[in-house]
């Protein structure tokens, strides 16, 4: 059973840069879409990106700017970057392992990390 | 930007049936999928592809899509449906994923 696991500052301060890891034990990084989702407190989940395991990556437009997600396969790790952060980048973030849309597969956000929150302050 | 539309707050008895709706016009093309999330947890992928269950995924959960809007339907609640459920798909192009907003489901 694959697990990950996310870790990184739990402070940041404001215009600052937001990095996280997330390792992947117990599975292999290949062939999936590793993907960074977050939730403010007591607010709904938002889609931030994800990296292929061959480095591709695709963002939400809104944040598209300020992040970079990218993958070392040799240390099974993916990183999120988010750069020039305010308050309200203050969330729960987790790390999620996104299946590609087969027909044997989920397609859908099928192992998450527990997830760490990171607040924006000074 | 492409969203999708959740009602707020869903509220049954136990043993009755609940419905949570999710509208977005790429539903007609993307599949939809179905989390829940129970406080101070991950979510936890319920349905995928619109209407198939992971493995250890109670029976009494299910999913449908009527064109552009897809439902979780759970027969039979019990105090344990508890928690927050969020939709999610992709836009038109699949360039991005979306979430919809939530519905928090209360056993009354």
């Known amino acids: 059973q694959v697990q990950l696991q996310e870790s990184g500052p739990g402070l940041v301060q404001p215009s600052g840069t937001l990095s996280l890891s997330c390792t992947v034990s117990?599975?292999?990084?290949?062939?999936?879409?590793w993907t960074w989702i977050r939730q403010p407190p007591g607010k709904g989940l938002e889609w931030i990106g994800y990296?292929?395991?061959?480095?591709?990556?695709k963002y939400t437009p809104s944040l598209e700017s300020r992040v970079t997600i990218s993958v070392d396969t040799s240390k099974n790790q993916v990183s999120l970057k988010l750069t020039s952060v305010t308050a309200a980048d203050t969330a729960v973030y987790y790390c999620?392992?996104?299946?590609?849309?087969?027909?044997?597969?989920?397609?859908?956000?099928?192992?998450w990390g527990q997830g760490i929150l990171v607040t924006v302050s000074s | 930007s492409y969203e999708l539309t959740q009602p707020p707050s869903v509220s049954v008895s136990p043993g009755q049936t609940a419905r949570i709706s999710c509208s977005g016009e790429?539903?007609?093309?993307?599949?939809g999928y179905w989390y829940r999330q129970k406080p101070g947890q991950a979510p936890v992928l319920v349905i995928y592809?619109?209407?198939k269950r992971p493995s250890g995924i109670p029976e009494r959960l299910s999913g449908s899509n009527s064109g552009t809007t897809v439902t979780l339907t759970i027969s039979g609640v019990q105090a344990e449906d508890e928690a927050d459920y969020y939709c999610?798909?992709?836009?038109?192009?699949?360039?991005?994923?979306?979430f919809g907003g939530g519905t928090r489901l209360t056993v009354l």
């Open positions: 790429a539903l007609t093309e993307k599949y």
């Open positions: 990296v292929f395991y061959s480095g591709s990556a």
């Open positions: 999610q798909s992709e836009d038109s192009r699949g360039d991005y994923k979306v």
């Open positions: 592809k619109d209407n």
């Open positions: 117990g599975g292999s990084i290949n062939t999936y879409y």
């Open positions: 999620a392992r996104q299946s590609p849309e087969t027909s044997v597969t989920t397609g859908g956000f099928d192992s």
